[in-house]
């Protein structure tokens, strides 16, 4: 008896741990909050917020599905669009002219040619960084892509709100982006399943935009 009493006791932990491991929900954190201007008193529209693991970054597989910035009454749609990096982005023509896709910008230099409506382009963000998004017939059209190294993004709302749910509970960096303003990140620790919220105050961008 005395050989076996202390298997007995491994094998009940080893169960009671099993039982831990299948018992307890996965926990999901949630990082909510504002982005407004200097003063903190108006909420700003289309920035984009996003949290990053520390160090070196790993390597999330891009979704399935293709994201999409249509391009409907002469304009891009959205104007804004975050991606994890690897993802494809379709560019349907929904108006009534021909449009063009192309890009001057360092990270992702592509010109996608000139198609009808109805049709649409596609190209692929690999490399984390701006991608400033133009029509060559349409001087006056622009849109911004902004290529993330993590899927945890979102973009704020008119009154300046945002969400990003279903993180993991860790240790992140926020960061905000918006094509006229600045802000600098944040850090927060997330533990078990709250709702942080993380406020950003953004000033006006001086210098040339990266
Ligand atoms: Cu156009």
Not at 32 to 61: C, H, R, Y
Request: glycine share 8%; charged share 20%.
């Amino acid at each position: 008896m005395s050989v076996r009493e202390p298997t007995v006791s491994i094998a009940s932990y080893a169960l009671f741990g099993l039982w831990l491991l299948g018992g307890i929900p996965l926990e999901a954190a949630t990082i909510t909050g504002q982005v407004a201007d200097q003063e903190g008193k108006t909420g700003v529209s289309n920035a984009v917020i996003w949290a990053e693991l520390p160090g070196e970054p790993p390597s999330f597989l891009p979704p399935p599905e293709p994201a999409v910035m249509a391009q409907t009454t002469l304009t891009f749609v959205p104007h804004v669009l975050p991606i994890l990096a690897g993802t494809t982005v379709d560019f349907p023509n929904q108006d009534t002219v021909y449009h063009n896709v192309y890009s001057l910008s360092r990270r992702k230099r592509f010109d996608i040619g000139l198609y009808q409506p109805g049709e649409s382009r596609s190209m692929t963000f690999r490399e984390p960084g701006l991608v400033k998004i133009f029509c060559n017939i349409h001087d006056f059209m622009g849109g911004f892509i902004l290529v993330l190294p993590s899927p945890y993004f979102t973009v704020s709302d008119a009154k300046g709100e945002y969400a990003i749910a279903n993180i993991s509970p860790e240790r992140y960096t926020v960061k905000v982006w918006h094509e006229k303003l600045v802000g600098d990140p944040r850090e927060v620790n997330l533990t078990g399943s709250v709702a942080e919220r993380v406020f950003f105050a953004l000033s006006p961008r001086k210098g040339r935009m990266e």
